[in-house]
């Protein structure tokens, strides 16, 4: 029995990690989104309970949900999963993933696994897509649906 990681901030969900998750969900037999503090990030949109709502309205039931405020390696090994599972849009990305997944296998053994972006979801990230919300853009085919509608609700308060 294989169980994946799906770690992120998360804020919030976009398709292009709902189409990450649902890869990972065809490869391994368990996988769990996991909604993890990033400290260059501390301030988000969304509550970590709303991410996490966010999530479970846009996956499969059978993907678990879950928040891990501390070390993502703590949460793994005491879940015994077997590998963190991360998209990679570009070269970019790239950079940014290594030494998070070096540091990782150092401190516990856990491999990640990167699984090229859809073309169609390369450019979209979270902080670009809300930035677009927040000016009034159109975030059609950026979001789930009730994520759309979430990001522009929270704009309008
Ligand atoms: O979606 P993000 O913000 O790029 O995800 C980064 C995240 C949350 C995976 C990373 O910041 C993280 O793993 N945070 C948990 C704390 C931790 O374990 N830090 C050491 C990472 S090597």
Redesign the pocket.
């Known amino acids: 029995m294989t169980k994946a990681v799906c ?3 998360f804020d919030p969900v976009t398709l292009g990690h709902v189409d990450i998750i649902n890869r990972a969900n065809q490869m391994f037999d368990e996988v769990t989104v996991l909604v ?3 400290p260059d ?1 501390p301030s988000g949109l969304f509550s970590v309970e709303e991410r996490m709502e966010l999530i479970r309205q846009s996956v499969d039931s059978s993907i678990k949900v879950d928040y891990c405020s501390g ?3 703590d949460y793994t090994t005491e879940h015994g999963a077997d590998v963190l599972v991360k998209g990679l849009r570009s070269s970019l990305d790239y950079e940014y993933e290594l030494p ?1 997944a070096q ?2 296998r150092r401190l516990s053994g856990i491999d990640t696994v990167f699984l090229l972006t859809d073309e169609k979801y390369g450019y979209i990230s979270s902080s670009l897509c809300k930035q677009v919300a927040k000016f009034g853009g159109d975030v059609t085919g950026m979001f789930p649906e009730s994520v759309g509608r979430a990001v522009k609700e929270k704009y309008r308060q």
Request: net charge positive; no cysteine.
């Open positions: 770690p992120g901030s993890t503090g990033n990030k070390l993502l390696v998070m540091m990782n």
